[in-house]
C-alpha cells in the first residue's frame, strides 16, 4: 500500500539525481568539504549555544545549592530530571534498533539513515547521563553506585533497579560509541583520502586507524558490525526495560506493574523514531541529501511509528483494564486521578499526542508530507516526554498516604536544564554534520548498486 | 558572687556554677560572678552526656514544670516533670516551643532608650529621675501568679500609693468569673475533673485544645478514656477544634445555636428555657446529651469555653451543680479583678493624660488589645513609656525605653500552677546578654539601686522553707502541699443566654493553638508547626463552611476583606471541615509587626476585629493559597486499612498472615531488643506538642514559609487528621516512620543508605546517602524527608545572626547536610545511650523513652521492646483495636497503632 507517488520509479531507495556510485560520496561529502557553512548554521550554531549555555548555569546552579531549585518536594521526590533522562534514552532507542535490528534484518534501506541515527543515540543517550547524576543530592558521590574497593568496605545494592540502571547505561553509551565507530570507519578514510587541509587530513587520517580498504579489513569490519548488531538487539531491550523497572520494582500503584519493560521499549521505538524524522528532515533539506534519503524513507518510519501509537494505546489500556480487572482500590484511585486529578489536561493531551495523533499516518499522504511528518513527529516526542514526567507525578502524588498527596509544579531551573539539553542536542548535532559525513557512503553505495542492478 | 548568701547550699552552689560554665561553654561571654572551677570533678559529671534538671516554664502567667536536660552547660530539649501538676511528665506544644526563644537570636540583648543603646543604670537613672508620682506611675503586666513578683507588686503598691496596677492576658477567664458570679455571687473558676467524668458536654469549649491548663486537662481526659465503662464526649461549637476531634458527637454550632442549645439543656434538666425551635440535628443533639447527662448524675457535667457570654457560664454552673458534677471551683491566682475592664480603665486614664510613666512588663497590648482602645495612641499620649520584654514587639517598639528581660531558663522564677502548686524555678544557664528578670524590673521600679539577683527575690519569698525544704524544692521544682484547696459551689441560680438574633456572619476570635495570643509568633518552630485542624503553616486564613464559601462565590485562597466595626483585616479563606454556616473563624496571634523576621507580615492581626460579633466579608480578587501541610482529599477508597474506627469493645478483623517465600523470624525472645512503638488513636488530640518534640531533638531545620509552600515540610513526624463520615467520626494519627520490618525503602536505595538493624530499627545513613530519593518514592507511608538544600544552615531569621540557634542543637545527633534524606529513628540516640548504659553496669537495657513519647500529654505513645513480652508495648500489640498502618502491603510495620474507637449512640 506504498503511496502512488512513491512508486514512480524502479529505484526504491534513492532518486534518479543519485546515479554513479560516486555521487553518494559527493552529495554526503560536499557539505562536508567543498561548501561554506551558511549564515543559517551559523544562527542554530549561536541560538543552541546560547541556550546550552543557560541550560548547563542551571545545572551548575543546581550543583551548587542542591535539589531545591526544582519544583520537587516531599512527596513528589523526583521530577523533570527522572523524565527527561527516560525520554531521552528513549529517543536514543531508535538509532540503534535501525542500526542493529535493520542491518541484521538485511533491511537496506537503513543505509542512508543509520548514521545520523546512531549519532543521535549516541547523543541522546549523552544528555540522558546527565540526569541520574544531576537529579542527586550529592553529585559528587555518585561514583558510590559503581562497586569500587573501598575503605568502607560497601558495595551498592544489588537489589536497587538504580544500580542495574546505572550500568545499563553505562554499557548503553559505551556500546553505542563502539558501533557508531565502527561504522564509521571506512568513511573517515575517506575523507582522509580526499584532498584538503593538512590538519582535517591528519584528524580522519587519526580517526581511520590506517583503515586501507583491504578485502581482509572489510571482511573483518563487516563481521565486527554485525556481531555488534547482534548484542545489541538485547542491550537496547535490556536499557529501556530496566529504566522500566525503577518504576516497576517498587510498590507503589501505579508504577508496579508488569507491563512497564516492554511497554518502555515501545515507547522508547517510538520517540525514537519521532526524532529519527526529525532529523532526517532537517538533514536532508540543509545538507541537500534528497536523492538518498528519500519519501519512501519516510514513508516506512511513518508506519513504525503509527504501529508504535497502536501499542502505545494498548499498553494505556492495559494499565486501565489491569487496575479495574485487579480491583485494587489504589490502583482505580491512580487511574481516576489520570483522567479526573488536577494533571488531566496533560494526560488528555499525552492521549492524544502518542496515541490520536499518530493515526493521521494512515493517510498515506501524510506519510511523505514534510509539514505532515514534522508536526506528527513533535506531538509524540511532546506526547512521550509528557508521559514519562505523568509516570512521576501521578504516582508520587498521589500515594497510598492520601494526608501527603501533594501536586508537582516544575520552577525555571527544571525548564532551562531541559532546554539546555535539548539545545547541547541540537548543538552536537551542528556539529556532526559539519565533522562527520552524516550518512553512511559505503553502505549507501552498496544500496545503490544493489538497486541500479 | 555577692548574691551567694548564706541560704544558698552547697547544691544550689554547684548547680549555679553549672550555670556559669554552661555560659563560658556557649561562648556568649566570661561571667561576671567569680567563679568556682571543679578541682576534683564531680562523680558521674561527663562532659558530653545529657544531665537532667527540674526547673519551669511559664505560659500565660501560669508556671509549668520540665525537666531540662542540660549537656556542656547547654539547655538542649525540655521535658515535662512528672511531679508537677500541669505538667505530669508530659508537655505541650507551648513548653516546647519555648526553648527555642532562649536561643532566639531576635531576642532583645540591650537596654534601649532614646538616646539610643544604654545599660540598666541609665535606665534606672531615667525612671527615678523625676521620683514618679504615686498616682502617675502605672504598671501592666499579664497574668501573674509568681509569689514572688505579686509580693514585689504590693510593695510597690505600698511604696507609691494610689499607684495604678493592670494584669492583663488578651486571653483571660472575664466572662468565666462574671458568670459565676451572675450564678452564685462568687467569681471562680470551674476545673473540670474529668478522670470522674461520663459524659461530658462542651459548649464551644476546648478543653483538650491548646490552654494553659491541657496537659492536665487531657491527661485526666485520657485516664478515662481507657477506664471503662466508655464515656462518651459531646461537642458543639463553632469551629473544629481538638477537642471537637475527639468527640463521640459533634455539631457545628453558631453563637445563636449555642444559646439555644443552652436554653433547651436548661428545660431537659428541669430549668425553664425559652422553647425556641431548634434544628433538627442540634434537637437530636441536646435530647441524647441532657439523656445522658441525666443518667449520669454525679459523673457528668456541661463545660463552657472561655470565650462564650458570662450567662453561658451562668447557665453552666447552675446545670453543673443540679448535676452534682464532677468540677471543683477555685479563686483566679493573682487576683480576681476583670482583665478587660483594667486595661480598658488604663487606655483611658492613659489618654486622658493621668499617667507620666507607664511600664509594661512582658505584655503586648499595642498588638493584642482592643483596636477602639487605641493603645499605640495612649502610649504616645504619655511621656514615659518604659516596656520591658525578652523579643521585640509593638509595645517595645513604641515604648521609650526598651528593657530586655531575660529567658525565664536564664533567671530564677517561681509561678503557681492552674491548681494553684508553686514551683520554683532554677535557672539552667546563665544570661546569654545584658537581660533582667521580670522581678529585676519590678525592683528597679522601687529602687533604682536595686541589682539583678532574682535569685535572693526568690529564695526571699520562701524564706518559711529551710534550707532543706528549699533545696529539695528546687531540686522538684515543686513546693509540696502548695496547691490551692478546691472551694464548693454555693447554690446557684439558673441564667440563661440570651439568643441573639441571626443576621449576617458572625465571627470567632480564637487564639492560634502554635502562636496563642500571638506570644509565639517569633517562634519559628511555632510558625512551622501546622495548624492541628487545617494543617496550615506560617499564616492564618479566615475559615469558612463550603455553603457559606458558594453563597459568597469564593473559593480556597481568594484574598477577602473581613470587616467589622469600621476595621478590616485581609486573609485567604478556606473552607474548613466541621465548620458552622454562618460563622467565620480567624486565629489570633499572626499579623505582627516590627517583631522580628520571624512573625512579621504573617497572617493578619485578628484582635484587630476583637469584640466584633458580625462581619462583612468582601473579596480583593487576588488570590493565595494557604500554606498548608495536608491537602483536604475526600478519598472514595475505604479509610479502614489506615483510619479505623471501632464502637467500644469491639475488636479489629484479624489480619490474614500474608504468605512469604522469605524467613521472617518472630521478634518475640530475640536475643537483642526488638523496638516497636503503639499508638493509641483513641486518646491523640492532635496537640503536636510530639512534632516539635521530635524537632527539637533531632536537629530539624526550620525551613520557613517559601519551602514550606514548595512542600518540602522538614518535621520527622506528622499528625493526619482524618474525618471518617460514614461513622460520623474524626481523630488524629500521628505518622512517624513505621520501621517496617520488610521496609520498602531499602531494597531500592543504590548505595545502601537504607539498612536495617539487629534491632529490628530501619536506619538512614547520612554520611552514605547520596539522595536518590528513591526511597521516599516507594515509601508508602511517605515518612522521609529530603534536604532539598542545605537547610541547616539557611536561617530563617532574617540579617539576625542565627549562631546561637546552633546552641540548641543535640550533641549526639547527626546535623544534616545538604542532599540527604533523612527520617524518624526511633530517637536512636536514646537507645545508644540506654545500650551504654547497660553495657557499663552489666545490666539489661532499660526503659527507652522516645522524645515524642516522652511529650505527649495524653500517654498515647507506646514504646520499647516486643522481644520482651512483658513489656507494655508487647502488651499494647496484643490489644484488640491493634493494627498496622496499611498492613496489607506486607510492609510489617514496627509501628503500630490502636484504632479510634466512638462511644456512639447505642443501636437499642
Given at each position: 500500500m506504498t503511496a502512488a507517488h512513491v512508486r514512480?520509479?524502479?529505484?526504491?531507495?534513492?532518486?534518479?539525481?543519485?546515479?554513479?556510485?560516486g555521487d553518494v560520496t559527493e552529495t554526503v561529502l560536499a557539505p562536508l568539504m567543498d561548501r561554506r557553512a551558511g549564515k543559517k548554521y551559523w544562527l542554530a550554531v549561536a541560538v543552541s549555544l546560547v541556550i546550552t549555555v543557560i541550560g548547563f548555569a542551571a545545572m551548575g546552579f543546581s550543583f551548587v545549592y542542591g535539589p531545591g531549585l526544582w519544583g520537587n518536594n516531599t512527596a513528589v521526590v523526583w521530577g523533570f530530571p527522572i523524565a527527561n533522562y527516560v525520554w531521552w534514552i528513549g529517543i536514543g532507542n531508535a538509532g540503534t534498533l535501525i542500526s542493529s535490528l535493520l542491518l541484521l534484518t538485511r533491511q537496506k534501506w537503513r543505509a542512508s539513515i543509520n548514521r545520523f541515527a546512531e549519532a543521535m543515540t549516541l547523543f541522546a543517550v549523552s544528555m540522558a547521563g546527565i540526569f541520574p547524576i544531576l537529579h542527586l543530592g550529592r553529585q559528587i558521590y555518585f561514583y558510590w553506585m559503581a562497586p569500587y574497593p573501598n575503605t568502607m568496605g560497601v558495595w551498592p545494592q544489588w537489589r536497587s533497579a538504580l544500580v542495574w540502571d546505572f550500568w545499563a547505561i553505562v554499557c548503553y553509551l559505551l556500546f553505542s560509541i563502539l558501533f557508531f565507530y565502527v561504522g564509521l570507519l571506512p568513511d573517515v578514510a575517506a575523507l582522509r583520502d580526499r584532498p584538503g587541509k593538512r590538519g582535517w587530513r591528519l584528524f580522519y587520517g587519526f580517526l581511520a586507524m590506517g583503515w586501507q580498504g583491504t578485502p581482509r579489513q572489510w571482511q573483518l569490519q563487516d563481521r565486527l558490525h554485525h556481531a555488534l548488531a547482534v548484542l545489541a538487539v538485547p542491550l537496547v531491550c535490556s536499557v529501556h526495560s530496566i529504566v522500566g523497572f525503577d518504576f516497576a520494582a517498587s510498590m507503589m500503584p501505579g508504577w508496579i506493574e508488569s507491563l512497564f519493560p516492554p511497554y518502555f521499549v515501545v515507547g522508547a521505538l517510538f520517540s525514537g523514531f519521532a526524532m529519527v524524522v526529525l532529523i532526517a528532515l532537517t538533514l536532508r533539506w540543509a545538507m541537500g541529501l534528497e536523492g538518498i534519503i528519500v519519501p519512501r524513507h519516510f514513508d516506512a518510519i511513518a508506519r513504525i511509528i503509527v504501529a508504535s501509537a497502536i501499542v502505545m494505546g494498548a499498553s494505556y489500556a492495559m494499565e486501565w483494564f489491569s487496575a479495574f480487572w485487579s480491583g485494587d482500590p489504589d490502583e482505580l484511585r491512580v487511574v481516576g486521578f489520570e483522567f479526573t486529578g488536577p494533571y488531566w489536561p496533560l494526560y488528555y493531551a499525552m492521549l492524544a499526542c502518542n496515541v490520536a495523533i499518530p493515526q493521521l499516518f494512515w493517510v498515506p499522504k501524510l506519510r511523505t508530507n514534510a509539514w505532515a511528518l514534522t508536526g506528527i513527529s513533535l506531538a509524540v516526542l511532546v506526547g512521550m516526554w509528557l508521559e514519562r514526567i505523568l509516570i512521576i507525578m501521578e504516582t508520587l502524588s498521589t500515594g497510598y498516604e492520601p494526608s501527603f498527596w501533594r501536586l508537582y509544579s516544575a520552577t525555571f531551573v527544571d525548564f532551562a536544564i531541559l532546554a539546555g539539553t535539548l539545545a547541547a542536542f541540537v548543538l552536537l548535532f551542528l556539529i556532526f554534520a559539519r565533522l562527520l559525513p552524516v550518512c553512511s557512503m559505503y553502505e549507501t553505495r552498496e544500496l545503490l548498486a544493489e538497486e541500479r542492478r | 558572687m555577692s548574691s551567694v548568701s548564706a541560704t544558698l547550699d552547697r547544691r544550689a552552689i554547684l548547680r549555679m556554677i553549672a550555670a556559669g560554665a554552661a555560659a563560658s561553654v556557649a561562648g556568649?561571654?566570661?561571667?561576671n560572678a567569680k567563679i568556682y572551677p571543679y578541682v576534683n570533678q564531680p562523680e558521674n559529671a561527663l562532659p558530653g552526656s545529657i544531665v537532667r534538671y527540674a526547673t519551669a516554664v511559664p505560659f500565660a502567667g501560669y508556671g509549668r514544670g520540665v525537666t531540662g536536660l542540660v549537656t556542656d552547660g547547654r539547655p538542649i530539649k525540655l521535658e515535662g516533670l512528672a511531679g508537677h501538676p500541669a505538667s505530669l511528665g508530659a508537655t505541650d506544644l507551648f513548653t516546647e516551643t519555648a526553648l527555642l526563644d532562649l536561643y532566639d537570636p531576635q531576642r532583645l540583648q540591650t537596654v534601649t532608650g532614646p538616646p539610643g543603646v544604654a545599660d540598666w543604670q541609665s535606665a534606672a537613672g531615667a525612671i527615678h529621675a523625676r521620683p514618679p508620682q504615686s498616682n502617675r506611675l502605672a504598671l501592666l503586666t499579664g497574668r501573674v501568679t509568681s509569689p514572688t513578683m505579686l509580693a514585689m507588686i504590693e510593695a510597690l503598691r505600698a511604696r507609691y500609693p494610689g499607684f495604678r496596677y493592670v494584669a492583663w492576658e488578651p486571653i483571660n477567664d472575664d466572662n468565666a468569673l462574671a458568670g459565676a458570679e451572675q450564678a452564685t455571687g462568687k467569681r471562680m473558676l470551674a476545673r473540670p475533673r474529668f478522670e470522674a467524668a461520663d459524659v461530658v458536654v462542651a459548649i464551644g469549649a476546648d478543653p483538650l485544645g491548646p490552654g494553659p491548663d491541657q496537659v492536665a486537662l487531657a491527661r485526666a481526659w485520657a485516664t478515662r478514656r481507657r477506664a471503662g465503662p466508655p464515656p462518651r464526649l459531646y461537642v458543639a461549637e463553632p469551629s473544629l477544634t481538638n477537642t471537637g476531634t475527639m468527640a463521640d458527637r459533634r455539631t457545628p454550632a453558631t453563637s445563636a445555636d449555642l444559646a439555644r442549645l443552652c436554653h433547651r439543656l436548661a428545660t431537659l434538666l428541669g430549668g425553664e428555657g425559652i422553647t425556641g425551635r431548634l434544628t433538627p440535628p442540634l434537637d437530636d443533639f441536646a435530647t441524647h446529651a441532657a439523656r445522658d447527662l441525666l443518667v449520669a448524675r454525679g459523673r457528668a457535667m456541661i463545660l463552657v469555653g472561655p470565650r462564650q457570654p458570662p450567662a453561658m457560664h451562668a447557665f453552666a454552673a447552675w446545670a453543673n451543680a443540679r448535676l452534682a458534677a464532677p468540677i471543683d471551683w477555685a479563686a483566679p491566682i493573682g487576683g480576681d479583678a476583670p482583665m478587660g475592664q483594667g486595661l480598658t480603665q488604663l487606655s483611658a486614664a492613659l489618654h486622658a493624660g493621668e499617667i507620666d510613666t507607664l511600664v509594661v512588663l512582658d505584655s503586648n497590648p499595642v498588638y493584642a488589645a482592643p483596636a477602639e482602645l487605641d493603645f499605640a495612641g495612649a502610649i504616645k499620649r504619655t511621656p514615659m513609656t518604659i516596656a520591658a520584654s525578652m523579643l521585640p514587639t509593638e509595645t517595645s517598639q513604641a515604648a521609650d525605653w526598651i528593657l530586655p528581660l531575660s529567658h525565664p531558663l536564664e533567671e530564677w522564677n517561681d509561678w503557681r500552677a492552674p491548681d494553684g502548686t508553686a514551683t520554683i524555678a532554677q535557672p539552667l544557664v546563665d544570661r546569654f546578654y545584658d537581660t533582667r528578670a521580670a522581678s529585676d524590673v519590678l525592683a528597679l521600679l522601687a529602687d533604682p539601686a536595686a541589682d539583678a539577683d532574682s535569685h535572693r527575690r526568690v529564695r526571699q519569698t520562701w524564706a518559711t522553707l529551710d534550707g532543706k525544704a528549699w533545696s529539695a524544692a528546687v531540686a522538684s521544682a515543686v513546693v509540696p502541699d502548695s496547691a490551692g484547696t478546691p472551694r464548693s459551689m454555693p447554690a446557684a441560680g439558673l441564667a440563661l443566654p440570651t439568643v441573639a438574633p441571626v443576621r449576617g456572619l458572625e465571627l470567632e476570635l480564637r487564639p492560634s493553638p502554635t502562636l496563642w495570643d500571638g506570644r509565639r509568633a517569633s517562634n519559628a518552630w511555632a510558625q512551622e508547626c501546622p495548624d492541628p485542624i487545617t494543617k496550615e503553616v506560617w499564616g492564618s486564613s479566615a475559615r469558612l463552611n463550603g455553603a457559606d464559601m458558594a453563597a459568597l462565590g469564593l473559593k480556597d485562597g481568594d484574598i477577602v476583606d473581613l470587616h467589622a466595626g469600621g476595621r478590616s483585616i485581609r486573609l485567604p479563606v478556606r473552607i474548613t471541615a466541621g465548620q458552622a454556616k454562618g460563622v467565620v473563624t480567624v486565629l489570633t496571634g499572626y499579623g505582627r509587626s516590627r517583631s522580628g523576621a520571624v512573625a512579621d507580615g504573617v497572617g493578619a492581626n485578628a484582635w484587630a476585629l476583637a469584640k466584633a460579633g458580625d462581619i462583612a466579608i468582601t473579596a480583593t480578587g487576588e488570590r493565595r493559597p494557604t500554606i498548608s501541610t495536608e491537602k483536604q482529599f475526600v478519598l472514595d477508597g475505604d479509610l479502614a486499612k489506615i483510619f479505623p474506627i471501632l464502637a467500644p469493645g469491639e475488636a479489629m478483623p484479624k489480619p490474614k498472615p500474608e504468605p512469604s517465600l522469605l524467613p521472617n523470624p518472630p521478634a518475640k525472645g530475640a536475643a537483642a531488643p526488638q523496638w516497636a512503638m503503639v499508638i493509641d488513636t483513641d486518646v491523640c488530640i492532635g496537640c503536636n506538642a510530639c512534632v516539635v518534640a521530635c524537632q527539637a531533638e533531632n536537629n530539624v531545620p526550620v525551613i520557613g514559609p517559601d519551602e514550606m509552600a514548595m512542600g518540602r515540610?522538614?518535621?520527622w513526624l506528622r499528625v493526619d487528621r482524618y474525618d471518617v463520615e460514614e461513622k460520623d467520626a474524626s481523630g488524629f494519627q500521628p505518622v512517624p516512620c513505621m520501621q517496617c520490618e520488610k521496609a520498602p525503602c531499602e531494597p531500592v536505595c543504590p548505595v545502601e543508605a537504607s539498612v536495617h538493624n539487629s534491632e529490628g530499627l530501619n536506619l538512614q545513613v547520612y554520611n552514605r546517602c547520596i539522595g536518590t530519593r528513591t526511597c521516599q518514592a516507594n515509601?508508602?507511608?511517605?515518612v522521609r524527608r529530603f534536604n532539598f538544600f542545605d537547610y541547616s544552615e539557611r536561617s530563617v531569621w532574617g540579617d539576625a545572626d542565627d549562631a546561637s540557634i546552633t546552641a540548641q542543637r543535640n550533641p549526639d545527633v547527626t546535623v544534616r547536610g545538604r542532599g540527604v534524606m533523612e527520617k524518624c529513628t526511633y530517637c536512636i540516640q536514646r537507645i545508644s545511650a540506654a545500650e551504654h548504659d547497660a553495657d557499663a553496669n552489666h545490666t539489661p537495657v532499660g526503659e527507652v523513652v522516645t522524645a515524642c513519647q516522652a511529650a505527649c500529654p495524653t500517654q498515647a505513645i507506646t514504646f520499647g521492646s516486643i522481644a520482651d513480652e512483658d513489656s507494655i508495648v508487647s502488651a499494647k500489640k496484643a490489644d484488640p483495636r491493634h493494627y498496622g498502618l496499611l498492613e496489607d502491603l506486607g510492609t510489617k510495620p514496627r509501628t503500630t497503632y490502636l484504632a479510634r474507637t466512638i462511644n456512639g449512640e447505642d443501636e437499642a
Amino acid at each position: 500500500m506504498t503511496a502512488a507517488h512513491v512508486r514512480d520509479t524502479d529505484r526504491r531507495w534513492t532518486l534518479p539525481s543519485v546515479n554513479a556510485l560516486g555521487d553518494v560520496t559527493e552529495t554526503v561529502l560536499a557539505p562536508l568539504m567543498d561548501r561554506r557553512a551558511g549564515k543559517k548554521y551559523w544562527l542554530a550554531v549561536a541560538v543552541s549555544l546560547v541556550i546550552t549555555v543557560i541550560g548547563f548555569a542551571a545545572m551548575g546552579f543546581s550543583f551548587v545549592y542542591g535539589p531545591g531549585l526544582w519544583g520537587n518536594n516531599t512527596a513528589v521526590v523526583w521530577g523533570f530530571p527522572i523524565a527527561n533522562y527516560v525520554w531521552w534514552i528513549g529517543i536514543g532507542n531508535a538509532g540503534t534498533l535501525i542500526s542493529s535490528l535493520l542491518l541484521l534484518t538485511r533491511q537496506k534501506w537503513r543505509a542512508s539513515i543509520n548514521r545520523f541515527a546512531e549519532a543521535m543515540t549516541l547523543f541522546a543517550v549523552s544528555m540522558a547521563g546527565i540526569f541520574p547524576i544531576l537529579h542527586l543530592g550529592r553529585q559528587i558521590y555518585f561514583y558510590w553506585m559503581a562497586p569500587y574497593p573501598n575503605t568502607m568496605g560497601v558495595w551498592p545494592q544489588w537489589r536497587s533497579a538504580l544500580v542495574w540502571d546505572f550500568w545499563a547505561i553505562v554499557c548503553y553509551l559505551l556500546f553505542s560509541i563502539l558501533f557508531f565507530y565502527v561504522g564509521l570507519l571506512p568513511d573517515v578514510a575517506a575523507l582522509r583520502d580526499r584532498p584538503g587541509k593538512r590538519g582535517w587530513r591528519l584528524f580522519y587520517g587519526f580517526l581511520a586507524m590506517g583503515w586501507q580498504g583491504t578485502p581482509r579489513q572489510w571482511q573483518l569490519q563487516d563481521r565486527l558490525h554485525h556481531a555488534l548488531a547482534v548484542l545489541a538487539v538485547p542491550l537496547v531491550c535490556s536499557v529501556h526495560s530496566i529504566v522500566g523497572f525503577d518504576f516497576a520494582a517498587s510498590m507503589m500503584p501505579g508504577w508496579i506493574e508488569s507491563l512497564f519493560p516492554p511497554y518502555f521499549v515501545v515507547g522508547a521505538l517510538f520517540s525514537g523514531f519521532a526524532m529519527v524524522v526529525l532529523i532526517a528532515l532537517t538533514l536532508r533539506w540543509a545538507m541537500g541529501l534528497e536523492g538518498i534519503i528519500v519519501p519512501r524513507h519516510f514513508d516506512a518510519i511513518a508506519r513504525i511509528i503509527v504501529a508504535s501509537a497502536i501499542v502505545m494505546g494498548a499498553s494505556y489500556a492495559m494499565e486501565w483494564f489491569s487496575a479495574f480487572w485487579s480491583g485494587d482500590p489504589d490502583e482505580l484511585r491512580v487511574v481516576g486521578f489520570e483522567f479526573t486529578g488536577p494533571y488531566w489536561p496533560l494526560y488528555y493531551a499525552m492521549l492524544a499526542c502518542n496515541v490520536a495523533i499518530p493515526q493521521l499516518f494512515w493517510v498515506p499522504k501524510l506519510r511523505t508530507n514534510a509539514w505532515a511528518l514534522t508536526g506528527i513527529s513533535l506531538a509524540v516526542l511532546v506526547g512521550m516526554w509528557l508521559e514519562r514526567i505523568l509516570i512521576i507525578m501521578e504516582t508520587l502524588s498521589t500515594g497510598y498516604e492520601p494526608s501527603f498527596w501533594r501536586l508537582y509544579s516544575a520552577t525555571f531551573v527544571d525548564f532551562a536544564i531541559l532546554a539546555g539539553t535539548l539545545a547541547a542536542f541540537v548543538l552536537l548535532f551542528l556539529i556532526f554534520a559539519r565533522l562527520l559525513p552524516v550518512c553512511s557512503m559505503y553502505e549507501t553505495r552498496e544500496l545503490l548498486a544493489e538497486e541500479r542492478r | 558572687m555577692s548574691s551567694v548568701s548564706a541560704t544558698l547550699d552547697r547544691r544550689a552552689i554547684l548547680r549555679m556554677i553549672a550555670a556559669g560554665a554552661a555560659a563560658s561553654v556557649a561562648g556568649c561571654k566570661a561571667p561576671n560572678a567569680k567563679i568556682y572551677p571543679y578541682v576534683n570533678q564531680p562523680e558521674n559529671a561527663l562532659p558530653g552526656s545529657i544531665v537532667r534538671y527540674a526547673t519551669a516554664v511559664p505560659f500565660a502567667g501560669y508556671g509549668r514544670g520540665v525537666t531540662g536536660l542540660v549537656t556542656d552547660g547547654r539547655p538542649i530539649k525540655l521535658e515535662g516533670l512528672a511531679g508537677h501538676p500541669a505538667s505530669l511528665g508530659a508537655t505541650d506544644l507551648f513548653t516546647e516551643t519555648a526553648l527555642l526563644d532562649l536561643y532566639d537570636p531576635q531576642r532583645l540583648q540591650t537596654v534601649t532608650g532614646p538616646p539610643g543603646v544604654a545599660d540598666w543604670q541609665s535606665a534606672a537613672g531615667a525612671i527615678h529621675a523625676r521620683p514618679p508620682q504615686s498616682n502617675r506611675l502605672a504598671l501592666l503586666t499579664g497574668r501573674v501568679t509568681s509569689p514572688t513578683m505579686l509580693a514585689m507588686i504590693e510593695a510597690l503598691r505600698a511604696r507609691y500609693p494610689g499607684f495604678r496596677y493592670v494584669a492583663w492576658e488578651p486571653i483571660n477567664d472575664d466572662n468565666a468569673l462574671a458568670g459565676a458570679e451572675q450564678a452564685t455571687g462568687k467569681r471562680m473558676l470551674a476545673r473540670p475533673r474529668f478522670e470522674a467524668a461520663d459524659v461530658v458536654v462542651a459548649i464551644g469549649a476546648d478543653p483538650l485544645g491548646p490552654g494553659p491548663d491541657q496537659v492536665a486537662l487531657a491527661r485526666a481526659w485520657a485516664t478515662r478514656r481507657r477506664a471503662g465503662p466508655p464515656p462518651r464526649l459531646y461537642v458543639a461549637e463553632p469551629s473544629l477544634t481538638n477537642t471537637g476531634t475527639m468527640a463521640d458527637r459533634r455539631t457545628p454550632a453558631t453563637s445563636a445555636d449555642l444559646a439555644r442549645l443552652c436554653h433547651r439543656l436548661a428545660t431537659l434538666l428541669g430549668g425553664e428555657g425559652i422553647t425556641g425551635r431548634l434544628t433538627p440535628p442540634l434537637d437530636d443533639f441536646a435530647t441524647h446529651a441532657a439523656r445522658d447527662l441525666l443518667v449520669a448524675r454525679g459523673r457528668a457535667m456541661i463545660l463552657v469555653g472561655p470565650r462564650q457570654p458570662p450567662a453561658m457560664h451562668a447557665f453552666a454552673a447552675w446545670a453543673n451543680a443540679r448535676l452534682a458534677a464532677p468540677i471543683d471551683w477555685a479563686a483566679p491566682i493573682g487576683g480576681d479583678a476583670p482583665m478587660g475592664q483594667g486595661l480598658t480603665q488604663l487606655s483611658a486614664a492613659l489618654h486622658a493624660g493621668e499617667i507620666d510613666t507607664l511600664v509594661v512588663l512582658d505584655s503586648n497590648p499595642v498588638y493584642a488589645a482592643p483596636a477602639e482602645l487605641d493603645f499605640a495612641g495612649a502610649i504616645k499620649r504619655t511621656p514615659m513609656t518604659i516596656a520591658a520584654s525578652m523579643l521585640p514587639t509593638e509595645t517595645s517598639q513604641a515604648a521609650d525605653w526598651i528593657l530586655p528581660l531575660s529567658h525565664p531558663l536564664e533567671e530564677w522564677n517561681d509561678w503557681r500552677a492552674p491548681d494553684g502548686t508553686a514551683t520554683i524555678a532554677q535557672p539552667l544557664v546563665d544570661r546569654f546578654y545584658d537581660t533582667r528578670a521580670a522581678s529585676d524590673v519590678l525592683a528597679l521600679l522601687a529602687d533604682p539601686a536595686a541589682d539583678a539577683d532574682s535569685h535572693r527575690r526568690v529564695r526571699q519569698t520562701w524564706a518559711t522553707l529551710d534550707g532543706k525544704a528549699w533545696s529539695a524544692a528546687v531540686a522538684s521544682a515543686v513546693v509540696p502541699d502548695s496547691a490551692g484547696t478546691p472551694r464548693s459551689m454555693p447554690a446557684a441560680g439558673l441564667a440563661l443566654p440570651t439568643v441573639a438574633p441571626v443576621r449576617g456572619l458572625e465571627l470567632e476570635l480564637r487564639p492560634s493553638p502554635t502562636l496563642w495570643d500571638g506570644r509565639r509568633a517569633s517562634n519559628a518552630w511555632a510558625q512551622e508547626c501546622p495548624d492541628p485542624i487545617t494543617k496550615e503553616v506560617w499564616g492564618s486564613s479566615a475559615r469558612l463552611n463550603g455553603a457559606d464559601m458558594a453563597a459568597l462565590g469564593l473559593k480556597d485562597g481568594d484574598i477577602v476583606d473581613l470587616h467589622a466595626g469600621g476595621r478590616s483585616i485581609r486573609l485567604p479563606v478556606r473552607i474548613t471541615a466541621g465548620q458552622a454556616k454562618g460563622v467565620v473563624t480567624v486565629l489570633t496571634g499572626y499579623g505582627r509587626s516590627r517583631s522580628g523576621a520571624v512573625a512579621d507580615g504573617v497572617g493578619a492581626n485578628a484582635w484587630a476585629l476583637a469584640k466584633a460579633g458580625d462581619i462583612a466579608i468582601t473579596a480583593t480578587g487576588e488570590r493565595r493559597p494557604t500554606i498548608s501541610t495536608e491537602k483536604q482529599f475526600v478519598l472514595d477508597g475505604d479509610l479502614a486499612k489506615i483510619f479505623p474506627i471501632l464502637a467500644p469493645g469491639e475488636a479489629m478483623p484479624k489480619p490474614k498472615p500474608e504468605p512469604s517465600l522469605l524467613p521472617n523470624p518472630p521478634a518475640k525472645g530475640a536475643a537483642a531488643p526488638q523496638w516497636a512503638m503503639v499508638i493509641d488513636t483513641d486518646v491523640c488530640i492532635g496537640c503536636n506538642a510530639c512534632v516539635v518534640a521530635c524537632q527539637a531533638e533531632n536537629n530539624v531545620p526550620v525551613i520557613g514559609p517559601d519551602e514550606m509552600a514548595m512542600g518540602r515540610d522538614m518535621h520527622w513526624l506528622r499528625v493526619d487528621r482524618y474525618d471518617v463520615e460514614e461513622k460520623d467520626a474524626s481523630g488524629f494519627q500521628p505518622v512517624p516512620c513505621m520501621q517496617c520490618e520488610k521496609a520498602p525503602c531499602e531494597p531500592v536505595c543504590p548505595v545502601e543508605a537504607s539498612v536495617h538493624n539487629s534491632e529490628g530499627l530501619n536506619l538512614q545513613v547520612y554520611n552514605r546517602c547520596i539522595g536518590t530519593r528513591t526511597c521516599q518514592a516507594n515509601c508508602p507511608y511517605k515518612v522521609r524527608r529530603f534536604n532539598f538544600f542545605d537547610y541547616s544552615e539557611r536561617s530563617v531569621w532574617g540579617d539576625a545572626d542565627d549562631a546561637s540557634i546552633t546552641a540548641q542543637r543535640n550533641p549526639d545527633v547527626t546535623v544534616r547536610g545538604r542532599g540527604v534524606m533523612e527520617k524518624c529513628t526511633y530517637c536512636i540516640q536514646r537507645i545508644s545511650a540506654a545500650e551504654h548504659d547497660a553495657d557499663a553496669n552489666h545490666t539489661p537495657v532499660g526503659e527507652v523513652v522516645t522524645a515524642c513519647q516522652a511529650a505527649c500529654p495524653t500517654q498515647a505513645i507506646t514504646f520499647g521492646s516486643i522481644a520482651d513480652e512483658d513489656s507494655i508495648v508487647s502488651a499494647k500489640k496484643a490489644d484488640p483495636r491493634h493494627y498496622g498502618l496499611l498492613e496489607d502491603l506486607g510492609t510489617k510495620p514496627r509501628t503500630t497503632y490502636l484504632a479510634r474507637t466512638i462511644n456512639g449512640e447505642d443501636e437499642a
